[in-house]
């Protein structure tokens, strides 16, 4: 384990699940001229709805696919049959959930496309993600992240084209992001049936027993609150915003805004998925020089990961400038400085949710994640009616602070934790960077570019005059 490996495997999760994200990114100069605020509210809303419906699709069952695979290298794949199954049998009912959803929040002046939204909507949660879902934790978990970024490289081409065609060609407006994300999840989808299939020799296993069934989704329905906290973080202020009267114009330069800065999300996730295997193999051992070198690995991350967060938000201005050809959106930048430096916490979270999700302490996880989704929906209803969009955006700060600190409060962690994190001295580094960089966002770029050129002097210093002590 080192550096080196979790920065090129952290970099090919950051570009291989995430590129459809990224095109979507390199696409907006183009795109955003032929879009309206008003297509921004009605894509944001309908996809607030939809993530609170996907967010249930595994059963909270992931962490099974991990453990399993590392608990029980001989027989996972007879574990792995029965969650292949269970998962598509569970799509069903999931899916004609969803249809009616879309059939009861889609506005009224956008009813003529209720079929094809629900048709693009839906066939991907049932024909698609379950294969998806175990073709690519397999490459996860094996560390081969190359295929993923050649499957989702593949598909993100293909999703540029249709962005093109859809929205600058045929001005389908928000109906274009609906069709590519179809394609996009269709295309990536066709690699992994021969992963499942061949490679791993997956098959449909119908033979559940009560026992089976009771052990593993006792395991797993704990979970899904945790999981389902990333739909009350993300997407339910945009519900709340919606209930409040606040005007789709309004919602769109939000949701323009937030999808912005919810993009340094890549950079968690991709953190996430190379170190997730990193920090079961040091937890494995069970001893107190690899739970400081596991410790390591989180400052290392944190760090880098603060750093990046205000580097990026200090640009923001720049950066909407020229992705943004539309004068009306432009103002969203500040909004996305603030979320940005708020993803920024995620290192600093996979502490304790290693540690207990190894344990299989999954019970634990909703007073994490769950209880941050729920203080965000409560912050939202209590700040937007005075403050509208930015009391979301200062709800979604505090609610995701939340969920990166509480788990080190937790008494099933503090037992079996023989190291201290330091929480206190993170959390502070982030509340005071993201009222710096807020302060300054507007100061000349000049000035810019010697406050960064410094911070990245200072951190690498710090980093090579430290390297041995943070070994891992």
Same mark, same amino acid.
Request: proline share 4%; with cysteine; charged share 15%.
């Given at each position: ?65 991990? &453990? ?5 290298? /001989? ?20 899916? !004609? ?18 079929? =094809? ?21 397999y490459y996860q978990l094996i560390q @081969? ?17 249709? /962005? ?7 001005? =389908? ?15 990536? !989808? ?17 033979? *559940? /027993? ?82 400081? @070198?596991?410790?390591?690995?989180? !400052? +290392? ?5 603060? &750093? ?46 290693? %540690? ?17 989704? &729920?203080? /965000? ?15 979301? &955006?200062?709800?979604? !700060?505090?609610?995701?602070? *939340? ?15 023989? +190291?201290?994190?330091?929480?206190? *001295? ?11 960089? *807020? ?18 002097? +200072? ?9 041995? %002590?943070?070994?891992f």
């Open positions: 384990m080192s550096i080196k490996r979790l920065s090129f495997n952290s970099l090919v999760y950051a570009l291989g699940p995430q590129l459809p994200k990224i095109v979507s990114l390199i696409m907006l100069p183009i795109i955003t001229p032929h879009l309206t605020a008003r297509d921004y509210g009605v894509f944001g809303t309908l996809m607030a709805y939809t993530a609170a419906i996907t967010a249930l699709k595994d059963l909270g069952l992931t962490s099974v696919l991990s &453990v399993s695979f590392y608990k029980y290298p /001989n027989r996972y794949k007879f574990i792995w049959n029965k969650l292949l199954t269970l998962s598509t049998l569970w799509a069903i009912p999931l899916t !004609f959930l969803l249809a009616f959803v879309i059939y009861l929040v889609l506005p009224k002046e956008e009813e003529q496309h209720y079929l =094809m939204i629900t048709i693009l909507s839906c066939l991907p949660l049932i024909l698609f993600e379950p294969t998806k879902w175990l073709g690519r934790k @081969k992240p190359i295929p993923i970024v050649t499957f989702n490289g593949i598909a993100a081409l293909a999703g540029i084209v249709s /962005n093109y065609i859809t929205i600058v060609t045929l001005k =389908m407006g928000y109906l274009g992001w609906f069709i590519s994300s179809f394609i996009i999840s269709f295309i990536s !989808f066709l690699p992994y049936i021969w992963v499942v299939i061949r490679s791993i020799k997956l098959k449909f296993d119908f033979n *559940f /027993n009560q026992k089976w069934l009771k052990r593993y989704l006792a395991i797993g329905l704990p979970v899904l609150p945790h999981y389902y906290s990333i739909y009350l973080l993300d997407a339910s202020d945009r519900l709340i915003l919606s209930w409040y009267g606040v005007s789709l114009d309004d919602i769109g330069l939000y949701s323009l805004a937030y999808s912005l800065g919810g993009y340094f999300a890549i950079v968690g996730n991709a953190l996430s998925e190379a170190s997730g295997p990193m920090y079961m193999k040091l937890f494995r051992s069970e001893s107190l020089v690899d739970e400081i @070198k596991a410790r390591n690995l989180t !400052f +290392v991350m944190q760090g880098g990961t603060l &750093v990046l967060a205000f580097l990026v938000a200090l640009w923001m201005k720049e950066a909407f400038s020229l992705l943004i050809q539309n004068d009306s959106l432009e103002i969203g930048y500040m909004i996305t400085v603030i979320i940005i430096m708020s993803y920024s916490y995620r290192p600093i979270y996979f502490g304790p949710i290693s %540690k207990l999700q190894y344990m299989l302490k999954t019970k634990e996880l909703w007073k994490i994640s769950f209880m941050a989704g &729920v203080i /965000n929906v409560i912050l939202n209803l209590i700040l937007v009616p005075f403050y509208g969009i930015w009391g979301s &955006v200062l709800a979604t !700060f505090l609610a995701l602070m *939340f969920m990166g600190f509480r788990g080190y409060l937790l008494k099933s962690f503090r037992q079996n934790n023989p +190291v201290h994190y330091y929480p206190l *001295f993170w959390f502070l580094a982030i509340c005071v960077s993201t009222i710096l960089v *807020f302060i300054i966002k507007d100061i000349h770029f000049i000035y810019k570019g010697i406050i960064t050129l410094m911070l990245l002097s +200072v951190s690498l210093y710090y980093y090579f005059a430290n390297r041995l %002590k943070l070994a």
